[in-house]
C-alpha cells in the first residue's frame, strides 16, 4: 500500500507540526488543569496559556484587544453565536450562494423561529460574488451581511473588503467567516471592516479539532447576546451572566488540551509566516491545475491558479459520480480527497453539480508536496483513461 496522501486539508488539516501534539499531550498529562478555576500553580499555567493564545490571535487579527477573542467548540459554533446572539429578534440578512451550511441552517432556523428573512447574493462562474449584489440587497431592515471569504468548494476569495464597507457605508453589521482563510492568507479586521470574524483553530491555524473562535469587533457586545450560560469563574456570587468580555459568552470549562495544541499551532504559523505559507500553497495549486487541465474528461470549477484562490480545487471526472472518483482515489492509490456537496448546497446548485453529486474536491496544506500533486494528478489520468 503506497503512503498516504491526505488532501483534504479544507476538512481539518493534517499533519499538525509535531509541537502541537506535544502541547495537547503535556497539558493533558503534566498540567490538567481548568483555566481561571483555581489558585494553584497548574491553574496558573492554565490560565496563562489561555491568555497567551487569545493574545497571538488577536494580533493575527488586528484585533482592538485579546478579550474580544471568545473561545467556541469550532467555526460552526462561533457562527451560530454570531447569527443567534444578533437575530434572535428578527430582521433582514444578506449572504450568499456560496455559504456553508454553519450560515444557512441556522438562518433557516432563526426565519422559522425569529421571522428572519434572508437574501442569498448570487456568484459568477468562478464562484464569486459581486459586492453591487450585496449592496442592491441591502434592505432598511437588514442587521448583517455574512459573507465567507473563501469558498470551500471552489477556493474563491470573495472581496470582503469592499464589502465591509459597504456594509459600514449602510449602517450594518458584517460577519465575516474565515473557515477557509485564516491562516492560509492575511486576515485582518480593520481592513475588512469586519464586525465579527467566525474562524475554526484545527484548518489554517494548525490546531486540533474541537477549537474555534468568534472575534467581537468593539461595540458589537452590546447588541450581541450570549446564547450559553453558566459558571465563568468571575463574579460567582451573582446569578446573571457576567457583561464583560470574555466572560460574556464563554461559560463552563473551556477545551484547554486543543487551546494548548492551537497555541503550538500559532507558534508554527506565526515563525514560518502567512506569506511563506501561501506561496507553497499557490505553487501546489498551479500545479494542480496545470495538471488537472490537461486531462480530458475533467471539469474544473472556480477560479485559474493566477487568480483570487485559496488552496481548494474541485472537479469532475466524465461518466463517474464523484464519489466513486474519491473512492477509487482512496483504495487504489491512498489519496484522501473529499467528494459531494461538501456542506454548500447552493454553491453547487450555482456550479450546475448537484445532479453529479457534487464534485471532487482537492486541498492540498503545507505538508503536501510537489510530488504528491504529481502522484494525484497522474491517479485521475488513469481513472480517465479507464472512463474512455
Known sequence: MPDRIYLDNAATS???????YHAADHFLRELGAPAGRGAYREAGESERLLRDTRSRLAKLLGAAGPERIIWTLNGTDALNLALHGLLAGGGHVVTSVAEHNSVLRPLHALAETAGVEFDCA??????????????AAIRPDTKLVVLTQASNVTGAVQPCAEVG?????????????????????????????????????HKG???????????????VESQLASVRQGGTGTHSDEDRQPTELPEKYESGNLNMAGIAGLHAGLVYLQERGID???????????RLLDGLTAIEGVTLYGPPADGPRVAVVSFNLAGYDSREVA?????????????????????????????????VRF?????????QIDTAVAAVAELADSSF
Open 165 to 201: 464597507r459597504i456594509a459600514r457605508e449602510q449602517g450594518v453589521l458584517f460577519v465575516v467567516d474565515a473557515a477557509q482563510s485564516l491562516g492560509r492568507m492575511p486576515v485582518d479586521v480593520g481592513q475588512l471592516s469586519a464586525d465579527l470574524v467566525a474562524a475554526p483553530g
Open 327 to 359: 473512492g477509487m482515489l482512496d483504495s487504489a492509490y491512498s489519496l484522501q480527497c473529499r467528494a459531494g456537496i461538501h456542506c454548500a448546497p447552493r454553491m453547487h446548485g450555482a456550479l450546475g453539480t448537484l445532479s453529479t453529486g457534487g464534485a
Open 122 to 135: 448570487p456568484v459568477d462562474a468562478e464562484g464569486r460574488v459581486d459586492p453591487d449584489d450585496i449592496r
Open 276 to 286: 511563506a505559507i501561501e506561496q507553497h500553497e499557490r505553487a501546489l495549486i498551479e
Open 205 to 219: 491555524l494548525f490546531g486540533p479539532l474541537g477549537t474555534g473562535f468568534l472575534y467581537v469587533g468593539p461595540g
Open 14 to 20: 493534517w499533519p499538525k507540526p509535531e509541537a502541537v
Open 363 to 371: 486541498s492540498p496544506g503545507l505538508f503536501n508536496t510537489i510530488e
